[in-house]
């Protein structure tokens, strides 16, 4: 199960994902992290993929992150009498609290919140920005606008309001009876959807209480005017560009996907780059060759793993999907150019012993082509800075904690392994050996750089480092 490249790949389960036969060909093709999408599928269907994805992980012997994907706020106009109406450009049209059915001339929007953040000019967006209305009046429960960009408005189709934060929480009833069931389950990550302001994450961390990782996805405008401080808050980020590029111009959002990228591997915090990456293998075999462009500059980047979504859930192609992926990265990371572009950009390194022990690792084993960093760590703050140096040597992570390795799953370059920490030098050298031989890294006389803390089991003390020969 040694992956041969260091970008991770996350894999959304369902309907065409959801046997034993088909998640272990998932992870035996590539996936290293699988997606469980909470605005589908019921707690059952969750808790039974969550079951085989966990014997999968001990049939590999290799840990295998799960991320729970919370729904968020889902706004959306209500119904219409005939199910559907037909906009023109320049038609009145108005939102109220109005629970009647709608017609072409009015519909219910159910959201008082948003009503009380509409002005005059501002934009609404309809059906993922496929209608677009300029507000012209507005009040405490209605909105007259006219028709920008007309079509075909359905039942329940979501609504989006650009350059507004609403005074709403990223988190619903329904995202709380869901984040409840998934730590009782045991994910590794939570993405948390709707993310505005730094506070929603505040909230969601006292929910979650350490109990599994904090991913903000990155979806809404103003979240990116405070991105700094979303990511401080975050363990990790995804960057959801298909909800970004409703609310954004789409001219806007591949430099905006660079500049997450590069702000999230300053901060040392896993980046995802998510949604659309190979939609066309939801039904076709083979992705189209701007597909395959869009994940390798992803990779190019440096994002430390690229996301399939209905891709793998739904489509007709899982595996291939994810075979497709994977062989991407392998390219990409094998090309002459793709470490020049890494290097172009580090992190600023902290002035602390762990910093200096790190970045002297990846120094040294690039002097003395060894064949892997081997970093002990417990609450996997070391593998993680080892990662955010993006080092051109494998990074091996001994792990004493099976929650920090199957988090550590979706970081760049670590290959985590879950075993007893040392009890003192020689046997901290000894399983480093070991391991790094069994796992496929080292062979007899490869040379492997060690880091690790004193006193042995300490968190966050890593002082130490190591070279030696696998013998």
């Given amino acids: 199960m040694r992956r041969h490249r260091s970008a991770k790949i996350v894999a959304t389960l369902g309907p065409a994902s959801s046997t034993k036969e088909r998640i272990r060909e998932l992870a035996d093709a590539g996936a290293d992290v699988f997606r469980f999408n909470f605005s589908h599928g019921s707690h059952a269907d969750h808790a039974a993929r969550f079951q085989i994805v966990r014997e999968v992980e001990a049939e ?51 959201h008082p919140e948003i009503f009380r953040v509409l002005r005059p000019e501002q934009e609404l967006l309809l059906d993922d920005g496929k209608i677009r209305l300029r507000v012209l009046r507005c009040g405490a429960d209605f909105a007259e606008t006219e028709v920008q960009a007309g079509g075909t408005l359905s039942d329940r189709k979501g609504v989006n309001v650009p350059n507004a934060v609403l005074p709403i929480s990223a988190l619903t009833d329904k995202d709380r009876a869901d984040l409840s069931f998934g730590l009782e389950l045991g994910v590794d990550w939570v993405a948390l959807s709707f993310v505005q302001r730094p506070d929603d994450l505040a909230e969601a961390r006292r929910l979650i209480a350490g109990r599994a990782a904090v991913m903000a996805k990155l979806e809404k405008p103003s979240a990116i005017d405070r991105l700094e401080e979303i990511i401080e808050l975050s363990d990790g980020i995804m960057v959801a560009r298909g909800d970004l590029g409703v609310e954004m111009p789409p001219e806007v959002v591949p430099g905006l996907q660079k500049r997450i990228i590069r702000a999230a591997r300053s901060s040392g915090k896993p980046v995802i780059v998510a949604t659309q990456m190979l939609e066309s293998m939801i039904a076709a075999p083979a992705p189209t060759r701007a597909e395959a462009s869009d994940v390798a500059t992803a990779i190019y980047d440096g994002a430390d793993a690229v996301m399939l979504s209905a891709e793998s859930a739904s489509g007709a192609y899982p595996v291939e999907a994810v075979t497709i992926m994977d062989r991407i990265i392998t390219q990409v990371e094998r090309d002459e150019l793709y470490r020049s572009y890494l290097d172009a950009f580090h992190a600023q390194a902290e002035h602390t012993q762990a910093d200096a022990i790190t970045l002297a690792a990846g120094l040294v084993a690039h002097t003395m082509s060894c064949a892997a960093i081997v970093t002990y760590t417990t609450s996997g703050a070391t593998a993680l800075r080892a990662s955010r ?56 006389g490869s040379s492997i750089v060690i880091t690790a803390g004193l006193p042995f089991g300490t968190p966050g003390a890593t002082n130490l480092l190591r070279l030696a020969w696998v013998t």
């Fill in 389 to 444: 140096e993006r080092p051109d040597t494998p990074i091996l992570g001994l792990i004493t904690r099976m929650v920090t390795a199957r988090k550590l799953t979706l970081a760049w370059g670590v290959h985590p392994v879950f075993t007893e920490d040392a009890k003192d030098l020689d046997e901290m050298v000894g399983k480093a050996r070991s391991i790094a031989k069994a796992e496929g890294f080292a062979q007899p």
């Fill in 60 to 110: 590999r012997g290799r840990p295998i992150g799960v991320i729970l994907d919370l729904q968020g706020p889902k706004l959306r106009v209500a119904r219409f009498a005939d199910g559907k109406v037909i906009l023109k450009r320049g038609d009145p049209f108005r939102l109220d609290l109005d629970p009647a059915p709608g017609d072409a001339s009015r519909v219910n929007l159910p």
